[in-house]
């Protein structure tokens, strides 16, 4: 795996399908994932559109495991295995490194705040120790408006000191374009890989050299996002970004996961994909009709496949 390419382009944190009883649903899980590989986007399983966090060890690694019988490359892989606990990171992370996962996404501890650099330094290192596998490749999750604990230029300075080659790159999902452009100024060049945390800073990323992006709406819109990653240079790009920014403010208008789902849900005929987790809920109603009425003044409908749509 040492020698195999990076993962690059336009990465999905892939939502997470629930039956009635509650329980994910696997098969529905993967007919997604199959989907947005056609449609050239690479999955972020278990990222925070996923409800990563609402998701238990065991239903991770079960889900992984089915995605794998299901026949998704590993390569395309990079699944969230970060959590407050060391022992359940690295579970998971050393169970993704052994089914050939081109890398893991990994949150710092967030609960406890305060730590600084000298705890998150410590928890990465366990993690990378611990799972003590030459194939492991630690991309960082700086989500700061969501865990409130950061990872900041000295820490990725002293991981990549200490872990060359493992420590592979970050999802810069701060929201502030200036930090994206600080890491990739200062660490691309080394070959660390910088993912813009939504698509409105894909086309910014790519020309400061960025790896790409890794965002929620990857999900529902995914073809429009990866062909920007393939045509950045072209003279159209900067329409094309203002396009992209377009459809996501019509969903960020709302709890995104809900109106993701729902998405999901009119586009299949499936009104199961509307389910979320609790602490989260579905879109009432007169959420939904608004989501409608902002995508269809955008001339904006999912591309479905029949087989998906008849899942």
């Known amino acids: 795996m040492s020698g195999a390419p990076r993962l690059q382009g336009v990465l999905s944190p892939v939502v997470t399908p629930f039956g009635a009883n509650g329980a994910p649903s696997p098969a529905r899980l993967l007919d997604h994932c199959r989907w947005l590989l056609s449609q050239d986007v690479r999955l972020a399983v278990f990222g925070t559109n996923s409800e990563g966090n609402s998701l238990s060890l065991v239903e991770k690694r079960q889900l992984l495991d089915h995605l794998a019988a299901g026949g998704i490359p590993g390569q395309r892989l990079m699944p969230g295995t970060g959590t407050c606990a060391i022992p359940e990171t690295v579970e998971l992370t050393r169970h993704a490194v052994q089914l050939g996962c081109a890398g893991v996404l990994v949150l710092p501890p967030f ?6 650099d000298e705890g998150l330094f410590a928890y990465f290192a366990r ?23 950061g990872i900041g230029p000295a820490l990725i300075e002293r991981l ?21 452009e600080l890491l990739l100024r200062e660490f691309q060049p080394a070959g660390f890989d910088v993912f ?8 910014s990323t790519l020309r400061g050299g960025g790896a790409g992006c890794i965002t929620a709406t990857g999900n529902v819109n995914p073809a429009a996002i990866a062909q920007l990653y393939r045509s950045w240079q072209a003279p159209d790009a900067d329409a094309q970004q203002a396009q992209l920014d377009a459809v996501r403010a019509a969903f960020q208008a709302f709890p995104i996961i809900a ?43 999912m591309p479905r496949t029949e087989a998906l749509a008849a899942a």
């Open 196 to 203: 813009a945390g939504n698509e409105t800073l894909l086309l």
């Open 160 to 180: 990549l000191k200490a872990y060359p080659g493992v420590v592979a790159g970050i999802k810069d999902s701060s929201g502030d374009a200036s930090n994206t």
């Open 111 to 116: 609960y406890y705040k305060g730590t600084g």
């Open 127 to 149: 993690v990378i120790e611990e799972v003590a596998d030459a194939r492991l490749r630690v991309y960082l999750y700086h989500i700061p408006p969501v865990a409130q604990v």
């Open 259 to 301: 109106a993701m789902k729902w998405a999901l849900a009119r586009a299949t005929g499936d009104a199961s994909w509307a389910q979320v987790r609790p602490p989260l809920v579905a879109l009432a109603p007169d959420q939904a009709q608004a989501l409608a009425q902002r995508l269809d003044a955008l001339g904006f409908a």
